[in-house]
């Protein structure tokens, strides 16, 4: 319905109320048309003439007001004002609760990204931690005003207070997970280490023993190299002390006076894969199986350690 239709339809019924006063027609027409419009009853004379005004326009216009039309005011929104609300459409509920759950989205996925970052940075933190206290301990040599080394200090007992602090949990975790102590099984005080001395001292011996009754010692050595020379007396006395066979080779033909008996290498070494003197072999005549047991220069006992790694297959923490 156009502005011109309403304007006319609204000045024919404030025509027809104010014919209907003047004629004293009561209640016959009038309670039709008040029923609809009761809110407007009050200024009808007064906005007749403002609407006249405007019907004019319509009439001119050659503007006629159908039955549809009234259906157009049926369907005129309420009215907005002091005693009115403005009720929120469903529209409007949606739109609100899209902003909503996108803010949550949104504060969700910063949460999730600083979590993420907490875990994944820890070693920028400290890099940039340790940087900061280096730049504050700079500063506080190079210009010392007591701002400057009260900055460097507060920083410093920082890290004290966050190292003692990692002292601390790191000696409740070993108490709470032993099995990741490793001075429990390996103890690091002096009482304890000629215990342990003694213990692996005793199984030595028995590795020795037990290699002694089925091998035997080939020593591959240079007579003309200091080193192998440092090096004989040692194993010559160890293969005496053990009671375990020696056959000494030497592979440049110079023997060596403190063993008796030394042989002459023709092939063994080479035969075997040794390229690397000095070199202790084990070896077992009966099995003809052979056992690398040391190259390059070894102490007593070093030699006497390496028998227990060797009869372990390097298992024991020795």
Same mark, same amino acid.
């Given at each position: 319905m156009s502005n011109a239709s309403k304007n006319s339809f609204f000045c024919f019924f404030y025509f027809f109320n104010f014919l209907a006063g003047m004629a004293g027609i009561r209640r016959a027409w009038r309670v039709l048309f008040f029923s609809f419009f009761s809110y407007f009853s009050f200024f009808s004379y007064f906005l007749f003439f403002l609407f006249f005004l405007s019907a004019s326009t319509s009439v001119l216009a050659g503007e006629v007001v159908t039955l549809g039309d009234f259906k157009e005011v049926a369907d005129i929104k309420k009215a #907005?004002?002091?005693h009115w609300y403005n009720e929120i459409y469903p529209e409007d509920n949606k739109h609100e609760e899209n902003e909503e759950n996108e803010a949550m989205d949104k504060k969700y996925e910063k949460n999730e990204k600083n979590e993420k970052n907490k875990k994944e940075s820890a070693v920028i933190q400290m890099s940039l931690l340790r940087q900061a206290v280096r730049e504050a301990k700079a500063r506080a040599i190079l210009y010392p005003t007591e701002e400057n080394m009260r900055s460097y200090l507060i920083m410093q007992n920082f890290v004290m207070g966050q190292a003692s602090m990692f002292t601390q949990v790191w000696k409740k975790t070993l108490l709470d997970y032993p099995e990741l @102590? &490793?001075?429990?099984?390996?103890?690091?005080? *002096?009482?304890?280490?000629? #215990?342990? &001395?003694?213990?692996?001292?005793?199984?030595?011996?028995?590795?020795?023993k037990a290699f002694s009754k089925k091998y035997g010692l080939l020593f591959f050595y240079r007579g003309g190299n200091p080193l192998d020379q440092e090096l004989a007396p040692t194993?010559?006395?160890?293969?005496? @002390? *053990?009671?375990?066979?020696?056959i000494p080779v030497s592979v440049d033909g110079k023997n060596l006076a403190v063993f008796t008996t030394s042989h002459i290498d023709s092939g063994q070494a080479e035969k075997l894969g040794?390229? &690397?003197f000095p070199a202790l072999v084990l070896v077992d005549p009966k099995n003809q199986k #052979?056992?690398?047991l040391n190259y390059g220069f070894i102490s007593d006992s070093d030699l006497r350690r390496r028998f227990l790694q060797v009869a372990t297959n390097f298992q024991e923490g020795v």
């Open positions: #907005v004002g002091w @102590d &490793y001075g429990v099984l390996h103890p690091t005080q *002096n009482n304890a280490q000629h #215990v342990l &001395y003694a213990e692996v001292s005793k199984r030595e011996i028995e590795a020795i194993i010559e006395s160890f293969s005496k @002390d *053990n009671n375990i066979s020696l040794i390229k &690397y #052979v056992q690398p």
